[in-house]
Nanobody, 120 residues
Framework: QAQLVESGGGLVQAGGSLRLSCVAS????????MGWYRQALGKQRELVAR???????NYANSVKGRFFISRDNAKATVYLYMNDLKPEDTAVYYC??????????????WGQGTQVTVSS
């Protein structure tokens, strides 16, 4: 069964950096466009970055120039490098297909996510 496991979050001061990783249990990820999404407390989940199977990337305006998405298809892993973090980046971060989400047994699937907290 396909799974997406996010890691790398934590507590960081404003201006700091983190690298998030998303490991997929299925090689199907290598052939799909993937995205990093985030959901702040009380807000809707939003797309912050996406990357095609060929490596082309796009970013939300709020993170452009600070975040960088990459992928290693051989490892079925997608990364999100986050620099110059701001308190407004605080959220739970998820990876998933783009457009998402992955569907398993007729249901939307999201991993557990990884919490990023940026202190001012």
């Amino acid at each position: 069964q396909a799974q997406l496991v996010e890691s790398g979050g934590g507590l960081v001061q404003a201006g700091g950096s983190l690298r998030l990783s998303c490991v997929a249990s299925t090689s199907l990820v290598s052939f799909n466009d993937m995205g990093w999404y985030r959901q702040a407390l009380g807000k809707q989940r939003e797309l912050v970055a996406r990357i095609t199977s060929g490596g082309e990337s796009n970013y939300a305006n709020s993170v452009k120039g600070r975040f960088f998405i990459s992928r290693d298809n051989a490892k079925a892993t997608v990364y999100l490098y986050m620099n110059d973090l701001k308190p407004e980046d605080t959220a739970v971060y998820y990876c998933n297909y783009f457009p998402g989400p992955l569907r398993i047994n007729g249901r939307d699937y999201w991993g557990q996510g990884t919490q990023v907290t940026v202190s001012s």
